[in-house]
């Protein structure tokens, strides 16, 4: 395993690219669809919505039959405890699954690679040394940089610990996921934070000053004017960030910068879709209650040339 690899755990790396300076550090929630969410010219944000932005594509390739056929199937896998009714927290879940399907692939994408002995677990002895074990072979006496090589041991095997919640030393897939994804998981919250700021603290005080909030943001070059949005962002920091006006941002701080508090909006489409479609008002939805409403639910060939999009019933 190559060390460019760490490039690809390190928490911020992956959300650096094509987004303003000034954002790459703040987790935003992915928007469940590009589309306005106006039902009366459409459900296609309800259908990216449930589906996911891809699948949701497909869908709009088949034909009503087959569109309607593969959502009975998928009603059957909401339908967790089998009780014959989707609830609403079945639905949330739901959505929710769809809309990390990114973060499931990449996961996907290492586990192979990770677990070594295909017990369907990760030690943290297995990704130590398939990421590490050339360079703790040699105690890193080939490495230009030592130091930077052992504080990334230091600071995964630390992530690891805290994704590791049973503290069996084993990761299970869901925890490993944590440990690649922290900003997903409440309990590693603090891990966001703490590696936030040792990112960004370069004199090692625990805090984040003015100089080293603009300066992970902005380097200015020879006789290079500073930017406007520079100008805008020291006055972010001391109007907003630095809530206290000490002059510092410290854990709290920096927890309300990175991680803001934001709509569950997969919750709310969720309550939307129970709304629609629940004819008895008990809550909760039966598999024939979204097949009568399936165009709500998912596209199809008819709906993508523009037939049935407002219809609220199967009348075909």
Known sequence: MQLLLLGTLALFVGVTVAVPAQEKRVHHKPDLSDHAHDDAHGFQYDHEAFLGKEEAKTFD???????????????DKID????????HAELHHWIKHRQRRYIEENVDKHWKE????????????EYKNTT???YMDVEFDDVDDKASY???LTRDERRFTS???DGDGVA??????????????????????????????????GKIDLQE???DMFTPENGENEPDWVTTEKKHFSEFRDMNKDGFLDANEVSHWILPGEVDHADNEARHLIHETDKDNDEKITKKEILENWNMFVGSQATNYGEDLTKRHDEL
Not at 64 to 73: A, M, Q, T
Not at 176 to 199: G, K, N, S
């Open 213 to 215: 909030y603009i300066g």
């Open 150 to 152: 052992k504080a990334m």
């Open 80 to 87: 967790t405890n089998k009780d014959g009714f989707v609830s």
């Open 172 to 205: 299970t897939r869901e925890e490993f996921t944590a440990f690649l994804h922290p900003e997903e998981f409440d309990y590693m919250r603090h891990i966001v934070i703490q590696e936030t700021i040792e990112d960004i603290d370069k004199n090692g005080d």
């Open 132 to 134: 590490y074990g050339y």
């Open 61 to 75: 390739q088949l034909s009503p039959e087959e569109s309607k056929e593969r959502l009975g199937k998928i009603v």
């Open 163 to 165: 994704a590791d919640r």
């Open 114 to 125: 990770y677990d070594q002995n295909k017990d369907g677990k990760i030690g943290w002895t």
